[in-house]
T-cell receptor, first 113, second 112 residues
Framework: KAGVTQTPRYLIKTRGQQVTLSCSPI?????VSWYQQTPGQGLQFLFE???????NKGNFPGRFSGRQFSNSRSEMNVSTLELGDSALYLC????????????FGQGTRLTVV | GESVGLHLPTLSVQEGDNSIINCAYS??????FIWYKQESGKGPQFIID?????DKRQGQRVTVLLNKTVKHLSLQIAATQPGDSAVYFC???????????FGTGTRLTVIP
């Protein structure tokens, strides 16, 4: 069974640009969550989708958005990139709606210059 | 301003010894807890979980203990091996959700 797949693995963008990251969950998993990992703030929850609906959102500005498709694949978008958005963006998938193991992908390393 | 990196607690153990990694959580409404291991350049890897109606759970070489009274979680690794060297995170999950709140992590170094 394939794990969580995130693309691309690495990305370099310029301030002011926008970026879209993709996540394919484990087959059969309907919940997809996104996290940002930085040396300064650690791992922080961005948002979670279940059956194409955003169920929870972390404390991030509106420049961070996401969506989930009918096949459970998810994308997150960051608009008007800032230097501080440089981070490892991680996607996790879960089989159930709540309180179940979340399996992480390798992440997308975003560098904003 | 310049961001300051998180000061990760560190733990160094001799190969073959047991390791204990501790974590304090803050949300009384959390009812599900997970320990993750993260190696350099990789995403967090699920190790073991525990629900709030339990106080102990064992896996292969790992044991998680939960003390809800003092909001404390610990991970015990038996017979620590060099491959166990990584950063370990505890995470708490609010009831009815799939959003995890992570601790700062502990860097475990196993000395051969």
């Amino acid at each position: 069974k394939a794990g969580v797949t995130q693309t691309p693995r690495y990305l370099i963008k310029t301030r002011g640009q926008q970026v879209t990251l993709s996540c394919s969950p484990i087959s059969g998993h309907r919940s997809v969550s996104w996290y940002q990992q930085t040396p300064g703030q650690g791992l922080q929850f961005l948002f979670e989708y279940f059956s194409e609906t955003q169920r929870n959102k972390g404390n991030f500005p509106g420049r961070f958005s996401g969506r989930q498709f009918s096949n459970s694949r998810s994308e997150m978008n960051v608009s008007t990139l800032e230097l501080g958005d440089s981070a490892l963006y991680l996607c996790a998938s879960s089989a159930l709606q709540q309180n179940t193991e979340a399996f992480f992908g390798q992440g997308t390393r975003l560098t904003v210059v | 301003g310049e961001s300051v990196g998180l000061h990760l607690p560190t733990l160094s153990v001799q190969e073959g010894d047991n390791s204990i990694i501790n974590c304090a959580y803050s949300n009384s409404a959390s009812d599900y807890f997970i320990w993750y291991k993260q190696e350099s350049g990789k995403g967090p890897q699920f190790i073991i979980d525990i629900r709030s109606n339990m106080d102990k759970r064992q896996g292969q070489r790992v044991t998680v203990l939960l003390n809800k009274t003092v909001k404390h979680l610990s991970l015990q690794i038996a017979a620590t091996q060099p491959g166990d060297s990584a950063v370990y995170f505890c995470a708490e999950n609010e009831a009815g959700a799939n959003n995890l709140f992570f601790g700062t992590g502990t860097r475990l170094t196993v000395i051969p």
